[in-house]
């Protein structure tokens, strides 16, 4: 099955700086790669995701970008701001015949912007 | 407020008890799904359903059981045969098209057995 690295488990910014999160894939038939962002004790909403048929996707401060050939994808936060702070989770998914898609997670990284 | 409720918000359990999690969705979607969430693992997926009477095991579905009889609502119920439950419980809906889309979260649950 699928499996997802990403890294780092932590991280601490400075307000204003940049943040970078890494994640890499396993199996190649991964099509579809969405980021989550997860409040203290909420749900996971999704930020961006981005196909397996476009090289990067952006909006407005987030952008993501897919290297397929290296079965790694990262998301990238310019000008952060303390409402950044969170968990964030990538996630690789291959479409389930019928419908539908199996979303394997990364195990998250813990953003801090720090004022 | 995403169209996909859970309940209860916190559930005490038991050991040797079994427990049902509620997931309800009003956004016509054909697939639904549940994931488990521990600290720093990330979420693992239980079990998911594409249609109504169907579903499949996901990576950690021992211990676990599911119904989907209606479009609606896919409760799971977590058995005595799951050894460590407490955690946090996610129920998502998707579509269901060909093309992967975004699967849209509930509130959650959070389980603790006592």
Redesign the interface.
């Known amino acids: 099955?699928e499996n997802v690295e990403?890294h780092p488990?932590t991280l601490s910014v400075q307000e204003g700086d940049s943040a970078v999160i890494k994640c890499t894939y396993s199996d190649s038939a991964s099509?579809?790669f969405?980021w989550y962002k997860q409040e203290l004790g909420?749900?996971?909403?999704?930020i961006i995701?981005i196909?397996s048929n476009v090289g990067e996707k952006k909006d407005q401060r987030i952008a993501v970008t897919l290297n397929k050939t290296a079965k790694h994808f990262s998301l990238h936060i310019t000008e952060t701001q303390p409402e950044d702070s969170a968990v964030y989770?990538c996630a690789a998914?291959?479409?389930?015949t019928?419908?539908?898609?199996?979303?394997?997670?990364?195990?998250?990284t813990q953003l801090k912007v720090e004022l | 407020d995403?169209g996909i409720t859970q309940s209860p918000k916190y559930l005490f359990r038991k050991e040797g008890q079994n427990v049902t999690l509620s997931c309800e969705q009003n956004l016509n979607h054909?697939?639904m799904?549940w994931?488990r969430q521990d600290p720093?693992?990330?979420?693992?997926?239980i079990y998911?359903s594409?249609?109504v009477n169907d579903f499949q095991k996901?990576?950690i579905a021992e211990g676990y059981s599911v119904s989907r009889e209606k479009k609606e609502s896919f409760p799971l119920t977590v058995t005595s045969a799951q050894k460590n439950p407490t955690a946090f419980y996610?129920c998502a809906s998707?579509p269901?098209?060909?093309?992967?889309?975004?699967?849209f979260?509930?509130?959650?649950t959070r389980l603790t057995v006592l």
């Open positions: 099955g990403q488990s099509n579809y969405p909420k749900r996971p909403q999704l995701d196909r989770f998914s291959n479409r389930v019928g419908g539908g898609n199996k979303l394997t997670f990364g195990t998250g | 995403g054909d697939a799904y994931y720093g693992q990330g979420l693992r997926l998911y594409q249609i996901g990576d996610l998707t269901g098209r060909k093309t992967p889309n975004e699967q979260f509930g509130p959650g």
